[in-house]
C-alpha cells in the first residue's frame, strides 16, 4: 500500500494476494470449527493466518498473536468483514509499534463490534436479503422454473462481492483511522473505549445466554425473588465469575468445566433448587 498524502501510512508488508488469502479462509472455512467454548474463533484464527506469518518474523510474536485470535468470537460473517480488515490492520500496526499497541485494544476492539455488527449482519443478510431471495428462488422451483437455480446462484455471488467489498473497505480505512490514532495520541482513550464496550457485550451476552432460575420454595420465601432483590439474574451473573475464576485463576479445562455444571445442574434438581 502506497503512503497516503498525510505521509502517515507506511507501506504495507501485506501485498494483495496476501489479503485475498485471508478473505477467502475465512469466506470458505469461517465456521466449520464452530464450537460452544470459542464460537467462531478457530476458524477466524485459520484465516488470519496469512497475514499474521507474513507480518511478524519472531516466532514467539506469531505464537501470540495466533492465541489472541483464539479466543472467543462470535458475529455474522459476511459483515463480519468490517471487523476482520481493521483487525488486520491494528495487527500491522501493533508490529511496527508492540509497545504503544496492547494485545487488549485488539480483543477489546474485536469483542465491543462483534455483538453491533452481527445485529446488523443478520438482520440484512439472513433477515433480509436471504430470505427473500430463497422465497423468490422457491416460488420459481415450485412453478418448475430453473431459473429458481440461477436465482440462488445470484444470491450467493452478491452476498460475495459485498462480503469482499466489506473486507476491503475494513481493512483500507482501519489502516488509515489506527495511523491517525496513533499520531493524534489518543490511543489510551480508544483503548478505555474498546474496554467498556467489549466488557458492555460480554454482559449482555452473559445475560442473553446464560440461564439459571432457582425454583426453591420454603413458605413465602422465594429464592428467586431473594436473588433478584439483590440484583436482577444474580445467579447467572454468579456462574459466569464462577466459571471465569476456574478458568483463568484455577486453570480448569472446559470439559471439566462443562461435566461440573451438569453434575451442579441434576444435583439441584433432585433437590428441588432448580
Known sequence: MKKEKTGEIRESVLSKQDLNKCYRRLSLWGETSLNFERMQAIG???????????????KEDLAAALQRHLQFFNTELMFGN??????????????????????????????GTMGPVAAIGDTIHWGTAWTLGTAFAGALAAKGA????????GLVVGCEIV???????????????????????????????????GMF??????????????ALKIGKFVLKDMLDGIVPGFLPLLIVFGVYILIRKK????????????????????????
Open 163 to 197: 462480503a469482499y467489498m466489506l473486507f476491503c473497505l475494513g481493512y483500507r480505512t482501519g489502516r488509515i483511522s489506527f495511523a491517525q490514532i496513533m499520531k493524534s495520541g489518543l490511543l489510551n482513550e480508544m483503548l478505555d473505549g474498546a474496554n467498556i464496550l
Open 44 to 58: 477466524w484464527c485459520n484465516a488470519m493466518v496469512p497475514a499474521l506469518k507474513k507480518i511478524y518474523s519472531k
Open 201 to 214: 457485550m460480554m454482559g449482555v451476552l452473559s445475560a442473553s445466554l446464560v440461564t439459571a432460575v432457582p
Open 251 to 274: 486453570q480448569v479445562s472446559t470439559a471439566k468445566i462443562v461435566l461440573l455444571l451438569i453434575a451442579i445442574g441434576i444435583l439441584g434438581s433432585v433437590v428441588g433448587l432448580f
Open 82 to 111: 468490517l471487523i476482520f480488515g481493521p483487525s488486520i490492520a491494528l495487527e500491522e500496526e501493533k508490529a511496527e509499534n508492540p509497545d504503544k499497541v496492547p494485545d487488549d485494544l485488539i480483543t477489546s476492539f474485536k469483542t
Open 146 to 153: 430453473v431459473s429458481a437455480v440461477a436465482v440462488l446462484l
